[in-house]
């Protein structure tokens, strides 16, 4: 298969199960339960939210599974497409920033795991 091509990863119930998920800003949105779809094709992360309720999460939010579930950042719904590009945080602007040793990312000195992969930084 030629490199430009990547084989689609489907992650199971037991790849998000426990696992802990966090925003972009790196606050605890919770910790993953499960997996769910609709019959129309919509798929969904539920998660036990920090006061213990459940939640589903459009799998459309989800940046990426690894020691954690790392969520994108919500978009705002009253800015036009074109406006949310420049809301929306992709990397650190911080000069020097480190880098992730998995993939490379910047990410902000402070931060505890990788917004783009979600490896622990410690």
């Not at 705002?76 to 990312?105: F, M, Y």
């Amino acid at each position: 298969m030629p490199e430009s091509q990547s084989k689609t990863h489907f992650f199971r119930k037991k790849d998000v199960e426990k696992k802990p998920v966090v925003e972009a800003t790196g606050k605890s949105a919770g910790t993953g339960l499960d997996v769910g779809f609709s019959l129309d094709g919509k798929l969904t992360l539920v998660i036990s939210s920090p006061d213990g309720k459940e939640v589903e999460i459009p799998m459309s939010r989800v940046q990426g599974v690894g020691e954690y579930i790392v969520l994108k950042p919500e978009e705002n719904p009253e800015l036009r497409p074109d406006e949310q590009a420049s809301v929306t945080p992709h990397s650190s602007s911080i000069p020097d920033a480190p880098t992730c040793s998995k993939c490379g990312a910047s990410i902000k000195p402070e931060a505890k795991f990788c917004t783009v992969c979600g490896k622990s930084t410690k």
